[in-house]
């Protein structure tokens, strides 16, 4: 399971997340994504630790927690939910042309 760590400092590390977490266990990944477009971090970051004991330890003493500045939302990563549509076309998939 992972956790979201959501109105982050932009300014924030791994290493800072890495820091702040491992007061509660065993931090396997911390993940901060970046704008595709910028490369800056997009605010939110995400982090696995190596119990889920640790994980709702960190998540009931984070959730809410003033850190750099800012008012923090920690709570269970939720799975990725799939994009619909495929069709980029415009055109019906399932067409085929009959020359």
Do not use: C, H
């Not at 490369?39 to 889920?52: I, L």
């Amino acid at each position: 399971m992972s956790i979201y760590i959501g109105n982050l400092a932009y300014s924030a590390t791994e290493e800072d997340l890495t820091s702040v977490f491992q007061e509660y266990g065993t931090v396997n990944r911390v993940t901060v994504p970046t704008d595709r477009e910028t490369g800056r971090p997009r605010g939110f970051a995400f982090v696995e630790m190596s119990k889920e004991a640790e994980e709702d330890a960190a998540i009931e003493a984070l959730d809410g927690a003033e850190w750099m500045g800012r008012e923090l939302r920690v709570n269970k990563a939720k799975p990725r939910e799939r994009q619909g549509g495929g069709n980029r076309g415009g055109g019906d998939r399932n067409y085929s042309a009959r020359w």
